[in-house]
C-alpha cells in the first residue's frame, strides 16, 4: 500500500466486554488497526469471534450491556468514544455510515422508500428544502439503477437484493467518508451477491470511500478488500495486505481459513472445515485463543499471548510459532 495515503480512523488498543449474570464476555481485546483514505479493509473471522462488536463501537453504538475497557477510536484525530451525543448523531451519516446484515429489520415497515430518504436527510440537514433533497434521492437512485416508481413502495413489497440496494443509498445519501458493512450479503443469494460486490466496488469510486467490510466470507473479501484483517476471539491474529494474505499466511488460523474457502481451481472432493470451535470468550484460557485448535502448537502458546507483530512493512501476525522462527 503507498505510503501517503492519509489515515482517516484509528483504532488504538480497543477492548469491550459485556458484563453477563454469568462472567464477563470479552468480546474484543486489545484490538489496533488504521484505515486509509479510499481503502477497503475486510474484517474476517468466524461467528462470534467479535466482528460485529467492533463495527458498532466505530459508531459508538454497542450493544448493551457492551461497554468499552480501553482503547481509543480516532476519527481524522478525534476520539468517537468521547464525543457528545449530540456530536455523534450527526457523525453517524454523515462522516461514518453502516450497512447492516438484515435490510428488513433496519427498515421501517410502515414508510416508503421515499420516505426513508426525505426522512434521513431531514434528521442530518432540517433546512434543505425540500426540491433539493428530492433532487438528491433522485440522483442517488440513479447512481444505484433503481427505478423512480420504486419511491412510493413499502420494504415488504421489495426483494431482497432490492432492500439492500436501498439500505446501501440511505448509508450513502449524506455523503459520508467511511462505509461500514456488517455481512452484508448473507441474507442474498449468490447471484444478487455478485451483483452486490460490483455495486459496492462502483460506489467506492464514485463516492471516494473508505470501507469496512466484515464478513466470515472470505472469498468476499478477496474481490473487495485491499487489505485484511484476521479477527479470533476478540484479537487480531493477522492483518496483511489481500495479496499477502493469500500469498504467504502466517497466522496458523489464517491458512486454516485459507483451506476453508471452496476453489474451483482444485479438485476438492468435499468442503473442508477447520476442526473444533472457537473458546468461551467468558472464560477464557492463557496464552494464544487459537491454541487448542492449532495444528502447529508449541508449549509457548498455552502459556503467553502473542502481541501483533509487524513482519513486513504490510504484514502483521499474533504468532509464537512465526516469532520462533524468525529469532
Ligand atoms: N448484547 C450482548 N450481550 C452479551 N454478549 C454479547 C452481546 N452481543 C454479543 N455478545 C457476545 O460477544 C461475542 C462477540 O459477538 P459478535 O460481536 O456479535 O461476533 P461476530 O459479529 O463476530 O459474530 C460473542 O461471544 C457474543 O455471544
Ligand atoms: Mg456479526
Known sequence: MPQLEKTILEVQDLSIAYPITIGVVRAVEGVSFTLDDGE??????????????LGLSILKLHRPPGRVTGGKILYRGTDILSMSDRALLKMRGQNISMIFQNPLTSLNPLFTVEKHFLETI???DASMPRERARAAVGKMLETLGIEK???K???HQLSGGMRQR????LALIMNPDIIIADEPTTSLDVIVEAGFTDLLMSLRSIYKLSIILITHNLGLVAEIADRIAVMYAGRLMEVATTEEIFAHPLHPYTQGLIACVPN????????????GSPPDLVDRPAGCPFAPRCPQVIPICRQKTPALIQHAPSHSAACWLYRQKEG
Open 40 to 53: 477497503a479493509l475486510g474484517l474476517v473471522g468466524e461467528s462470534g469471534c467479535g466482528k460485529s462488536t
Open 122 to 124: 431531514h434528521f442530518h
Open 149 to 151: 416508481k420504486r419511491l
Open 153 to 155: 413502495e413499502y420494504p
Open 166 to 169: 436501498i439500505m446501501i443509498g
Open 264 to 275: 474451483i481451481l482444485v479438485d476438492q472432493k468435499e468442503l473442508v472445515t477447520m476442526p
